[in-house]
């Protein structure tokens, strides 16, 4: 009888889990880990979480099981072990709401190994967070929050080994141009 009625409370906890959370994910504002478990399972080729502004890192470790895309285009910062449960996903993963990144959040996602990371909100990045970047191993990198950048930073992006998008460049010194047309793979403005 006590298991039936401690089975009873679970899956009803779980329906409560479930029912609490609007229809349309992109207005969902926080998630425990349990909540991302349940929405990753029922994901069907694509997660779309623009509404959350943070996460911790049991919901990143669950949200990076999602098979396809996931969108987190709300986080406006992660922390590193936030990046190491991400860098685990392997899809389309866009952070575009992530306007700063540091060196160590760079190393972490830099580990992301299959698919594409879309990092489209960075509007600069230095040398340090560049390095760290080169050593991006998916399919594609994208930059297009950068407008400009310098001579060092164009020379650790052109180690990418992946594609990279920097297609939103529009301040590009001579110098930083043959850089980075000299490195196939480097998606640039078309002029």
Do not use: H, W
């Not at 190491?84 to 972490?108: C, H, M, P, W, Y």
């Amino acid at each position: 009888m006590k298991f039936l009625i401690a089975a009873a409370l679970v899956l009803s906890c779980s329906l409560c889990l479930a029912e609490d959370l609007p229809e349309d994910t992109d207005q969902i504002k926080s998630l425990t880990a349990e909540q991302a478990a349940d929405l990753v399972s029922k994901a069907k080729g694509l997660l779309s979480l623009d509404g959350l502004t943070s996460i911790d890192k049991d919901v990143a470790q669950e949200l990076a099981k999602v098979k396809g895309s996931l969108f987190l285009n709300g986080l406006t910062s992660i922390d590193k072990d936030v990046a190491q449960e991400l860098a685990k996903f392997k899809g389309r993963l866009f952070l575009s709401g992530l306007t700063s990144i540091d060196k160590n959040v760079a190393q972490e996602l830099a580990k992301f190994e299959r698919g594409y990371l879309s990092l489209g909100g960075l509007t600069s990045i230095d040398k340090d967070v560049a390095q760290e970047l080169a050593q991006f191993k998916g399919r594609g990198l994208t930059l297009g929050g950068l407008t400009s950048i310098d001579k060092d930073v164009a020379q650790e992006l052109a180690q990418v080994k992946g594609g990279l998008s920097l297609y939103n460049l529009t301040s590009i010194d001579k110098d930083v141009l043959k850089i980075l047309k000299a490195k196939p793979g480097i998606m640039l403005p078309v002029k």
